[in-house]
C-alpha cells in the first residue's frame, strides 16, 4: 500500500504559478504510476496528468497541455505538478493517485488516492 499527501494549493490570481506536490509513504514508490485529477465544485472530477514509474512518458489532458507539468523524483518519493498561466477555470480540489503498475496513461484507474489540495484562481 501507499499513502498520499497533497501540498501546494492555494490562492492566486489568473496567470500566476504554483507547485503540487504528492509526498508518498508506505511502499516502493519508484513501482507506481501516478496521476492527477481535480474536482471543481458541481463537477465530475476529471483527469489532469499523469506519469509512469519512470518519469519518462507523460499525459495530458488537453485543457492543461503546454500549461502544466507532471514530473517526480523516486529518490524523494515525490510527484509534482507545475502549473503555469493559471486560469479561473482551473479552479479545484486536485488530488493525486497512485497504482502499482508499469504503465499509465490518460485511462489507468487508480487504486490509492491522497485527500486533495485547494487551488483557486481569481481573475
Known amino acids: 500500500q501507499v499513502q498520499l499527501v497533497e501540498s501546494g494549493g492555494g490562492l492566486v490570481q489568473a496567470g500566476d504559478s504554483l507547485r503540487l506536490s504528492c509526498a508518498a509513504s508506505?511502499?516502493?514508490?519508484?513501482?507506481?504510476?501516478v496521476g492527477w485529477f481535480r474536482q471543481a465544485p458541481g463537477k465530475e472530477r476529471e483527469f489532469v496528468a499523469s506519469?509512469?514509474?519512470?518519469?519518462?512518458?507523460?499525459y495530458y489532458a488537453d485543457s492543461v497541455k503546454g500549461r502544466f507539468t507532471i514530473s517526480r523524483d523516486n529518490a524523494k518519493n515525490t510527484v509534482h505538478l507545475q502549473m503555469n498561466s493559471l486560469k479561473p477555470e482551473d479552479t479545484a480540489v486536485y488530488y493525486c493517485?497512485?497504482?502499482?503498475?508499469?504503465?499509465?496513461?490518460?485511462?489507468?484507474?487508480?487504486?490509492?488516492w491522497g485527500q486533495g489540495t485547494q487551488v483557486t484562481v481569481s481573475s
Open positions: 506519469i509512469r514509474w519512470s518519469g519518462g512518458t507523460t
Open positions: 508506505g511502499s516502493t514508490f519508484s513501482m507506481y504510476g
Open positions: 493517485a497512485a497504482k502499482r503498475t508499469l504503465i499509465v496513461t490518460k485511462d489507468t484507474k487508480y487504486d490509492y
